[in-house]
């Protein structure tokens, strides 16, 4: 439990580092602009505005790498603060 905290964070380092790999990768799938033409059906023109508007997978694991960065930090800050409550 003690070594959660270091593993937390490296986690969260390679997790970040992974993502910025894929982003580099892939390519977005909103890379380019939405194409519309006037004989297009409304339909379509709705499935091409929200192809662009997809959460992007890259992004994800970066977001969950910061997030693992961060609740490292918290609790690494708690333990300062309160040393008391270390297990």
């Known amino acids: 439990m003690i070594a959660f905290r ?5 986690a969260g380092i390679l997790s ?6 894929l982003a580099g990768v892939m390519k977005p799938p ?3 602009k939405p194409f519309i033409d006037p004989r297009m059906r409304d339909d379509e ?3 091409n505005l929200k192809r662009g ?3 992007f997978l890259p992004n994800l694991v970066v977001l969950f790498g910061f997030a693992c960065i961060l609740a490292s930090v918290i609790w690494r800050l708690i333990l300062l603060v309160a040393p008391q409550a270390r297990p």
Do not use: A, E, N
């Not at 970040?16 to 790999?21: A, D, E, K, R, W």
């Open 6 to 10: 270091w593993v937390l964070f490296s």
């Open 53 to 55: 508007q997809r959460v």
């Open 45 to 47: 023109i709705i499935r």
């Open 16 to 21: 970040v580092v992974i993502g910025f790999l």
């Open 30 to 32: 909103g890379s380019r």
